[in-house]
């Protein structure tokens, strides 16, 4: 496994604790945006300890070939996280995961999220043996949804109750990619 990829307008890397910083300005300076779309967190997690940790567990799962996340800056400012997508809950023995991706809102619209995911993918299915990759999304959240659907994912259906966002029960639609 490389520690970073390439695209035409993007680095892709798998970071270490060593980067804890920049992950955590990323994720400090979008926090109220990404917690619109996700599980509830602990102030905690918005430490660079906290990060330092995640980060270190993170890079050994990915060489083991548990987990992936890679983060995503453009080449000329490559000191600045503008995403991450990760390859989470992988079963080997199916040979499928579930995606997850972020992006720095002040750079959607601009085909980033796309360009990396699509990179990222083609890594994961060759690194973790993939056949199938898993998406569920807020059906309020329709930029990601339209970048699942020209990414190829297919709707299935609707995981009622899935998570729990804000302290409500929240449905998400399914989505996958066979790949």
């Known amino acids: 496994m490389n520690l970073t990829y390439e695209t035409d307008r993007l680095l892709l890397r798998l970071l270490n604790e060593n980067n804890s910083a920049q992950v955590l300005s990323f994720l400090s300076r979008n926090r109220e945006y990404f917690d619109r779309y996700e599980l509830e967190k602990s102030e905690q997690y918005y430490t660079e300890a906290f990060q330092k940790n995640l980060l270190h567990e993170e890079f050994h799962q990915a060489l083991k070939g548990n987990r992936l996340r890679l983060y995503f800056f453009r080449k000329h400012v490559p000191q600045r996280i503008i995403g991450t997508v990760s390859f989470g ?35 994961a299915a060759a690194e973790c043996s993939l056949h199938r990759i898993e998406a569920y999304v807020l059906p309020s959240n329709q930029p990601s949804i339209r970048l699942l659907h020209r990414l190829g994912f297919e709707l299935e259906g609707t995981a009622r109750d899935y998570a729990m966002i804000h302290g409500i029960w929240q449905d998400h639609l399914q989505y996958s990619l066979l790949v």
């Not at 002040?106 to 360009?115: P, S, W």
């Open 89 to 123: 809950n992988l079963r080997h023995s199916f040979h499928s995961c579930q995606i997850g991706y972020k992006l720095d809102p002040l750079f959607q619209h601009q085909g980033y999220a796309a360009e990396a995911i699509c990179t990222a993918i083609t890594i």
